[in-house]
């Protein structure tokens, strides 16, 4: 009778075959599987077809704000090596020339660089340097679309006209870069001189951080994105300045720590206590700095 019933429904029955139930366990796992794999995949492609989108968060022009008026910005319109055009603020202190020198600031990932002039003045008042500050492809009034070529593109653009219309002598112009801008200015360190190298809340690499924030998936195998820090610090042969947050929730501390063991000397790590992920300034940092660029890299 069970047999006829098997044989009804079309389930195998006799020696070598499975009970029905048994086939169907394997089928409706095997079809889970699938069906996780299909999704899996599914993700990583969409990951990798947004990786610019998901890494990069500019603000556009409509984004803006004025500079605060001490500062006395000059918007400079500046023109990457493949025409795209980029924008920047050329900040000098009263009475300022060139032999004092200059700082070229690389700012963070989101907004542009209008959202930095209170950060910029600290810098100019703390320093008493002229700064620059450049905004990358795709952000604020620079043109294109963000890209790691693009940024790269906007600082030696931005290097350029320090040292060709300016006039700034390159051994008196320092390089400093925050978060993504650490990316930024790491490479220009390891290509071209430079007065000194100055790195707050930056990671090891786009690799490593994806890694970090994706742990589900093979990240650091799959971003096109690289701004590899770690492999290029090692050619950095200026002075290096480090400065990470304790409590730095987006890049953990230990990136600046395996940077900073990566260095050649001289260089210097500073940790500032209870703070977070940001473009901070703090009178710990700039004291520090101060010390470290009066003993390593000071302007004859």
Same mark, same amino acid.
């Given at each position: ?28 796992? *095997? ?5 996780? &794999?299909?999704?899996?995949?599914? =993700?990583? !492609?969409?990951?990798? +077809? #947004? ?31 493949d025409g795209t055009p980029i924008h920047a603020w050329w ?52 043109g294109g679309k963000p890209t790691e070529a693009g940024c790269?593109?906007? *600082? ?5 006209? &320090?040292?060709?219309?300016?006039? =700034?002598? !390159?051994?008196?112009? +320092? #390089? ?122 000071? +302007?004859?």
């Open positions: 009778m069970i047999r006829q019933a098997l044989a009804l429904i079309g389930a195998p029955f006799g020696p070598g075959t499975s009970p029905f139930w048994q086939r169907s366990w394997k089928h409706r796992l *095997a079809r889970y599987c699938l069906i996780f &794999l299909a999704c899996y995949l599914g =993700v990583v !492609a969409l990951l990798m +077809l #947004l990786e610019n989108w998901l890494l990069y968060h500019p603000a556009d022009a409509g984004n803006w704000s004025p500079a605060p008026p001490s500062l006395h910005a000059v918007d400079l319109e500046l023109s990457a090596a900040c000098p202190p009263p009475g300022w020339d060139e032999s004092q020198g200059a700082i070229l600031y690389f700012h963070g990932n989101a907004g542009n660089l209008s959202h930095r002039g209170p950060i910029v003045l600290e810098w100019q008042k703390s320093l008493n340097q002229a700064v620059l500050i450049v905004d990358y492809a795709g952000y604020g009034r620079s790269y593109a906007a *600082a030696d653009a931005a290097y350029a006209w &320090l040292v060709n219309k300016e006039k =700034v002598p !390159a051994d008196r112009i +320092l #390089l400093v870069g925050t978060s993504l801008g650490g990316g930024v200015a790491v490479d220009l360190a390891s290509r071209l001189p430079h007065r000194a190298l100055i790195l707050i809340s930056t990671f090891t690499s786009i690799p490593e951080m994806a890694q970090r924030i994706y742990f589900f998936l093979p990240a650091r195998l799959l971003v096109r994105n690289r701004f590899d820090n770690l492999a290029k610090i090692p050619q950095c042969t200026r002075p290096v300045f480090f400065a990470h947050g304790t409590v730095d929730d987006l890049i953990p501390i230990d990136h600046t720590e395996k940077l900073f063991a990566a260095a050649n000397e001289p260089k210097r790590f500073v940790e500032i206590p209870d703070q977070g992920h940001d473009e901070f300034i703090s009178p710990e940092l700039f004291s520090a700095l101060a010390e470290f660029l009066q003993t390593h890299a000071p +302007l004859k």
